[in-house]
């Protein structure tokens, strides 16, 4: 049964993708449960009448939203715990490495291997379970290369070098990518940054690279979505980066993301570490195969790795929200019934108000709860 399935739809894939797949289905199906039942309950004060169809569909919405969100939670979690992080080998001991994330990069990688070579000690590679001859072109050209066992995304793989760097005990470590889109001569320009005092350097692309429209749109919500939660950075999606020994000390402790929301929860997380994070202009080329996933899914699953980052930092806090959320939503519900009592009226706004904020404080709680317990 479970091999027809992974078959028909590929199912690691949707595990990866499950927060963003499962949490979004749910906030959409929770917005059309609360417009449908706001429709309602003013047809209801309008004529007395409640339609059963209606009322059927909008309680299957809001039922079907909330356990689409927990679900989400849910299979976020768990795919993250059957995740088992590869064991790092031996590595020769470097000063100044470069770190290369690749999956099916065959044609690229040992260019980009070749040319950073001449600007570090040593080039460290994570073929991510790649199907063509990228371990092999990698190491022609002089890299060592460590194999993940499967393709487990690339934040799976930024951490799994990030690691390597301090087993080669690198005193700064240069990240890009395998695929040529960033440029290897720029990587002098992020160990000055390092060498001036930053911790974290971040490639800022706005300045000097043509960015098609869609993508900018999807950075620039990112970054304001950072912004709110107090994190101000130019291009916190940029995977050309570099990082001191002290960032790659405090990173590797605190990384958890697999996926692409790696970029953001770095920059989320290093700020919020007290590191100081310095930006340099790079030059980001775009071509027919830079990206391998859809700039939608993609922009969501790092919008919705942001929010989890967040509601997850502080359990407390996010608990406290989610019994705000449930005394509010008790109250509105106790003074939306008493009202009725009297007026015969149902106050529109309170009631899906009530229903919404019930259902965010079952999220919040059990996530607080979750991740409480985690550690
Ligand atoms: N797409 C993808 N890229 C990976 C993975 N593991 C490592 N990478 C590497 O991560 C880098 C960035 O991936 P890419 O799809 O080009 O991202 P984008 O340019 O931000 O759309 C490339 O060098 C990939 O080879 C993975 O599982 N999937
Ligand atoms: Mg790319």
Same mark, same amino acid.
């Given at each position: 049964?479970?091999?027809? =399935? *992974?078959? #028909? +739809? !590929?199912?690691?894939?949707?595990?990866?993708? /499950?927060?963003?797949?499962?949490?979004?289905?749910?906030? $959409?199906?929770?917005?059309?449960?609360?417009?449908?039942?706001?429709?309602?309950?003013?047809?209801?004060?309008?004529?007395?009448?409640?339609?059963?169809?209606?009322?059927?569909?909008?309680?299957?919405?809001?039922?079907?939203?909330?356990?689409?969100?927990?679900?989400?939670?849910?299979?976020?979690?768990?795919?993250?715990?059957?995740?088992?992080?590869?064991?790092?080998?031996?590595?020769?001991?470097?000063?100044?490495?470069?770190?290369?994330?690749?999956?099916?990069?065959?044609?690229?990688?040992?260019?980009?291997?070749?040319?950073?070579?001449?600007?570090?000690? =040593? *080039?460290? #590679? +994570? !073929?991510?379970?790649?199907?063509?001859?990228? /371990?092999?072109?990698?190491?022609?050209?002089?890299?060592? $290369?460590?194999?993940?066992?499967?393709?487990?995304?690339?934040?799976?793989?930024?951490?799994?070098?990030?690691?390597?760097?301090?087993?080669?005990?690198?005193?700064?470590?240069?990240?890009?990518?395998?695929?040529?889109?960033?440029?290897?001569?720029?990587?002098?320009?992020?160990?000055?940054?390092?060498?001036?005092?930053?911790?974290?350097?971040?490639?800022?692309?706005?300045?000097?690279?043509?960015?098609?429209?869609?993508?900018?749109?999807?950075?620039?919500?990112?970054?304001?979505?950072?912004?709110?939660?107090?994190?101000?950075?130019?291009?916190?999606?940029?995977?050309?980066?570099?990082?001191?020994?002290?960032?790659?000390?405090?990173?590797?402790?605190?990384?958890?993301?697999?996926?692409?929301?790696?970029?953001?929860?770095?920059?989320?997380?290093?700020?919020?570490?007290?590191?100081?994070?310095?930006?340099?202009?790079?030059?980001?080329?775009?071509?027919?195969?830079?990206?391998?996933?859809?700039?939608?899914?993609?922009?969501?699953?790092?919008?919705?790795?942001?929010?989890?980052?967040?509601?997850?930092?502080?359990?407390?806090?996010?608990?406290?929200?989610?019994?705000?959320?449930?005394?509010?939503?008790?109250?509105?519900?106790?003074?939306?019934?008493?009202?009725?009592?009297?007026?015969?009226?149902?106050?529109?706004?309170?009631?899906?108000?009530?229903?919404?904020?019930?259902?965010?404080?079952?999220?919040?709680?059990?996530?607080?709860?979750?991740?409480?317990?985690?550690?």
């Amino acid at each position: 049964m479970q091999g027809v =399935l *992974v078959r #028909v +739809v !590929d199912l690691r894939r949707i595990g990866r993708h /499950a927060l963003t797949y499962f949490a979004t289905a749910g906030i $959409v199906l929770l917005l059309f449960g609360g417009v449908l039942l706001l429709f309602l309950i003013h047809k209801y004060n309008d004529t007395r009448t409640i339609d059963p169809l209606h009322t059927t569909t909008a309680f299957l919405m809001l039922a079907l939203g909330q356990t689409s969100l927990v679900a989400g939670v849910v299979a976020y979690v768990s795919t993250r715990r059957s995740y088992i992080e590869p064991p790092i080998p031996p590595l020769p001991r470097a000063a100044v490495v470069a770190l290369i994330p690749a999956y099916n990069e065959e044609r690229t990688i040992g260019a980009v291997v070749a040319e950073a070579r001449r600007h570090v000690d =040593l *080039v460290i #590679v +994570v !073929d991510d379970g790649s199907a063509d001859k990228t /371990a092999e072109e990698a190491e022609k050209n002089g890299a060592v $290369v460590i194999r993940h066992p499967q393709n487990t995304g690339y934040g799976a793989a930024v951490k799994t070098l990030l690691k390597a760097a301090r087993v080669a005990g690198a005193e700064y470590a240069v990240l890009l990518d395998a695929d040529g889109q960033h440029n290897p001569a720029d990587i002098p320009k992020f160990i000055e940054a390092l060498k001036n005092g930053a911790d974290v350097v971040v490639g800022n692309r706005f300045r000097q690279s043509k960015v098609p429209a869609l993508r900018k749109l999807g950075i620039y919500i990112i970054r304001a979505a950072l912004r709110l939660l107090g994190v101000r950075i130019g291009d916190p999606e940029n995977g050309f980066r570099a990082f001191n020994k002290r960032a790659l000390e405090v990173l590797t402790e605190e990384l958890e993301e697999v996926w692409m929301g790696i970029s953001s929860q770095t920059v989320y997380k290093a700020v919020k570490r007290g590191l100081r994070i310095a930006e340099v202009p790079v030059t980001v080329v775009y071509g027919r195969d830079t990206s391998s996933e859809s700039t939608a899914i993609h922009g969501l699953s790092v919008l919705w790795t942001i929010v989890w980052t967040w509601i997850t930092e502080k359990p407390w806090r996010t608990l406290a929200l989610g019994l705000a959320s449930l005394i509010t939503s008790v109250y509105l519900l106790t003074y939306v019934v008493t009202l009725f009592n009297t007026t015969r009226y149902i106050r529109l706004t309170y009631t899906t108000a009530a229903i919404l904020l019930e259902v965010m404080s079952t999220v919040l709680i059990s996530v607080a709860i979750a991740s409480a317990i985690r550690k």
